[in-house]
């Protein structure tokens, strides 16, 4: 599946920012979506429908079950345009993809990118 890296937070779908976001940032959400941490691929700088970030500044570990387990900033504080921020992201297919309704769950929304 490869789309744009999204999280669902309170009932609401935003954009994942790419500031300080890398490859283990990458990893951790490949793990939330499909139990398995193998990135294909992923890069950033994309535009995304989204209007809107839940956070920014993300830094993961690697010892993370989920995204919002990483360093980030408070939930809607975020200095990111939906215009040239997004991530996309490519996991390899491997589990089932989780359910993404819940608090700071990770997603990724396919054919939404502008
Ligand atoms: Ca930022």
Known sequence: MTGILSLNYQGETRAVCDDHFDETGAQV???????????????????????????????????EDRISDCQHTAWGNHNCDHTSECIQLYCAAGGPQIDVEGTGRVSVSENNIL
């Open 29 to 63: 959400a490949c793990l939330e979506l499909h139990g398995d941490p193998t990135v294909i691929e992923y890069s950033h700088g994309h535009a995304c429908d989204y209007d809107n970030f839940w956070t920014d500044d993300i830094i993961c570990n690697g010892n």
